[in-house]
T-cell receptor
Framework: GNSVTQMEGPVTLSEEAFLTINCTYT??????LFWYVQYPGEGLQLLLK?????DKGSNKGFEATYRKETTSFHLEKGSVQVSDSAVYFC??????????????FGKGTLLTVNP | ETGVTQTPRHLVMGMTNKKSLKCEQH?????MYWYKQSAKKPLELMFV???????ENNSVPSRFSPECPNSSHLFLHLHTLQPEDSALYLC???????????????FGPGTRLTVL
């Protein structure tokens, strides 16, 4: 079956530091890949997505490239801010037969950015 | 209102109470989902509705009863819950189809449920 593995946190950085959160996946088909972010006390917000190999998703300074050869979708940001403190979830979307697309999530990585 | 809304945002209930969670999506989508997020556990998909029809029930106990009267509204009726059911319940919606982008789910802010 499908699975997503992301680096365990927590990750603690100083403001303006470079961020990388690793994510690798296992899938039988050709999934789309996502990063969702969850701020404290909130639901999940779509941060970025990529639908096919070599696509780069980007939003709010965050980027991730769909690497089929390494089955990875690592999240990066060049300069983090305190407001980026949140839990980040990597996910893939796939479907079998006529069923709905299903999201498979990683366990989440807590990022704390200190001023 | 825009996106996906959920009410109430917080709910405290006793084990003998009956309550309902409400979700509404303003995105014109045709599929809706309930997820459970417990501390230190991955997100668990509970139910899937497609065009108001339930297409998936992931072995959820019968004390959770979903209802989808139309493509914009989704309810989760709760009765005789257990303390271990305390969690954040998230609703999501998507536009199911074959076109690119139909695999993206949009989430509401969640209802934080505490069962005493």
């Amino acid at each position: 079956g499908n699975s997503v593995t992301q680096m365990e946190g927590p990750v603690t950085l100083s403001e303006e530091a470079f961020l990388t959160i690793n994510c690798t996946y296992t899938a039988t088909g050709y999934p789309s890949l996502f990063w969702y972010v969850q701020y404290p006390g909130e639901g999940l917000q779509l941060l970025l997505k990529a639908t096919k190999a070599d696509d780069k998703g980007s939003n709010k300074g965050f980027e991730a490239t769909y690497r089929k050869e390494t089955t990875s979708f690592h999240l990066e940001k060049g300069s983090v801010q305190v407001s980026d403190s949140a839990v980040y979830f990597c996910a893939l979307s796939d479907r079998k037969g006529g069923s709905n697309y299903k999201l498979t999530f990683g366990k989440g990585t807590l990022l704390t950015v200190n001023p | 209102e825009t996106g996906v809304t959920q009410t109430p945002r917080h709910l405290v209930m006793g084990m003998t109470n009956k309550k309902s969670l409400k979700c509404e999506q303003h995105l014109g989508h045709n599929a809706m989902y309930w997820y459970k997020q417990s501390a230190k556990k991955p997100l668990e998909l509970m139910f899937v509705y497609n065009f108001k029809e339930q297409t998936e029930n992931n072995s959820v106990p019968s004390r959770f009863s979903p209802e989808c009267p139309n493509s914009s509204h989704l309810f989760l009726h709760l009765h005789t819950l257990q303390p271990e059911d305390s969690a954040l319940y998230l609703c999501a919606s998507s536009q199911e189809g074959l076109a690119v982008g139909t695999d993206t789910q949009y989430f509401g802010p969640g209802t934080r449920l505490t069962v005493l």
